[in-house]
């Protein structure tokens, strides 16, 4: 009887997360662990999640999603802590099939950007360039839509999102970065990107600031970007930020013009 109490009160807290049971046990098991290698034989772990019932046939949005500094290393694992089940809830995976890929920063001593400067390197880090190389090999291995190339980050990931923008204002049809920041001195070369930022007022580790100026920058250059500012959130926004369905909807909407 406490066994079947057990079960019952685990199942339930399941579906009050969003998870079916069996989701909230294997969910990551849905993303193969891959891993790129360029010319020179450097590597960057990566997870893939591709979309149900996959057809060749059609043509599929991909997601590159960018982990925060504290999931940084080698094991392939660590990067799928914050926020990435989202994608792989059935809900979401029925109305936006996509390819979603995950890589893995080895150390946020390389990482996306230059975390939490202003200023970015003249250029990329390794595993910011390694990353672009992996969805480019992934756009020849499957069929995906060239218009529907979408960027996302949290923290380390979210300074890395608008860094990448900057540098290939061009390749994304639409950018999510949260609790990050940039450079506003850059912003005329992303006026014209679909932006969606998110913060929480209580940031201590980057303060909302950082992504305020930078919205405030791409409006003064004459774009519209979007941001939405969790008052009494810390630094975990992201949470929030995965769990709204006006987001999901508002990104898989766009299309590179």
């Not at 046990?25 to 590597?43: A, N, P, V």
């Not at 890589?103 to 990353?131: E, I, N, Y």
């Not at 672009?132 to 499957?142: D, G, P, R, S, T």
Request: net charge positive; hydrophobic share 40%; with cysteine.
């Amino acid at each position: 009887m406490k066994l079947r109490g057990f079960v019952t009160v685990m199942t339930a807290l399941c579906i009050f997360a969003g998870l079916a049971p069996a989701q909230a046990k294997d969910w990551e098991d849905m993303l193969e662990k891959r891993s790129y290698m360029d010319k020179d034989g450097k590597t960057l772990p990566y997870r893939l999640l591709k979309p149900d019932n996959y057809d060749p046939k059609e043509k599929y949005p991909l997601v590159l999603f960018l982990h925060g500094a504290g999931e940084c290393g080698t094991d392939n694992k660590a990067q799928l802590k914050n926020s990435v089940v989202e994608f792989t809830k059935a809900e979401n995976r029925k109305k936006f099939p996509c390819f979603l890929a995950v890589p893995q920063c080895p150390s946020m001593k390389v990482g996306w950007s230059d975390f939490r400067s202003k200023t970015p390197g003249k250029q990329p880090s390794d595993a910011a360039r390694l990353a672009l190389e992996m969805v480019a090999a992934l756009q020849k291995e499957f069929s995906v839509d060239a218009n529907r190339l979408y960027i996302t980050g949290l923290s380390m990931g979210g300074y890395g999102t608008w860094d990448i923008v900057m540098r290939h204002p061009d390749l994304f049809a639409a950018a999510v970065p949260v609790c990050g920041g940039g450079d506003p001195s850059q912003a005329e070369k992303i006026a014209k990107l679909p932006i969606w930022a998110f913060h929480g007022g209580k940031d201590t580790v980057v303060p909302p600031a950082r992504s305020k100026e930078m919205v405030e920058a791409i409006k003064k250059a004459g774009g519209e970007a979007k941001y939405t500012e969790y008052p009494d959130v810390s630094h975990n926004s992201w949470v929030k930020a995965y769990q709204d369905a006006d987001m999901m909807a508002w990104l898989f909407a766009q299309k590179r013009k």
